[in-house]
């Protein structure tokens, strides 16, 4: 038996296998830069950020439909729970997918949110929502992205992000769309300090964002890293990510351990586990080898999950039991 496991960070569309993103191309008439499991894997030996960017956009376009959305979520649950999961915090892209294809947004926010009910009956596995918005998208599309969230809040919706390239531009634009989240009563989850350093996290904090995707780059400003930890702003690290994006070189030069002496709260999750082929399992193994024990991570995931207090409280009823 795993040990319970909270995973705050994972890119649904990044979590299709190969095999699953093929099938669900030709179901949609749908061209993909490769047409083979191999060809597909090939793709995903990413050379930096902008190019593991650039492939995900590619490929995440050939969902279509609400199954496909629903199907993701339910695929991704079964493997989630296998490896110890009992809650994600998943995220969604849904701005590309209507600017890329028109699809409307109901059929995206619908499709997951059933995935979510399904992944519940049939796993036990609670899955809420964080959709992104990413770095560069309209500041109209954005507003609408965060007014659509904040419609599906009573379905699974919990909070608004912002992904993409990271060092394309700031926060600013976003101003507006992360009020509309915010006084809708969904928490602002943003990407910084992946790609970029410190002053794209304090631009984050400043916008009110209750907890970071990565943040890893608060190690290079220690008053940043205190600020962080007195606040109890948790850092969703994903270390294998961190690799395969090169935003880290080595697993030894990963700043995990530096986060972890300074006080800040650390979770884990695998990000896009199918196109950096790990798991969740794994990616908690990782942070024990970098002096991240499994039940801390737990903890740092309950600290930071922005569910209702009834699911709140039966994940701390599992760390009591050795989460
Ligand atoms: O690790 C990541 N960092 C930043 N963005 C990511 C990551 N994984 C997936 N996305 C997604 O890439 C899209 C690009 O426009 C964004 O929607 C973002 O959510």
Redo the contacts with the bound molecule.
Sequence with gaps: MTSPKIEMHV?L??TIRPVTLLEIARRNGEALPADTVDGLEDLYRFTD?RH??DV??MT?NCLRTADDFRQVVVDYARQARDHGAVYLEA?F?P??RVEAHGIGWDEIYTGYCEGAVEAQERFGLTVRFTP?????CPVELAEKCATVSVRYRDRGVVGL??????LQGPLEPYRRAVRIAQDGGLAFVP?AG??AGAESIREAVELGAVRL??GIRAVDDSLLLAELAERGVVLDV?PT?NLC?GVVERLSAHPLPQLRDAGVLCSIST??PAMFGTDLDREYELAERLGLPAEDAYAAGVAGALCEEEVLKRLLDMEGSGG
């Design positions: 890119h569309e990044g950020f593991f960017i995900w956009v995440t995220i892209s701005a590309e992104d918005l990413y770095r560069g992000g912002i992904g993409g390239y990271e990407h992946e790609a995707r990565h994903c990510s994006t990000d896009d």
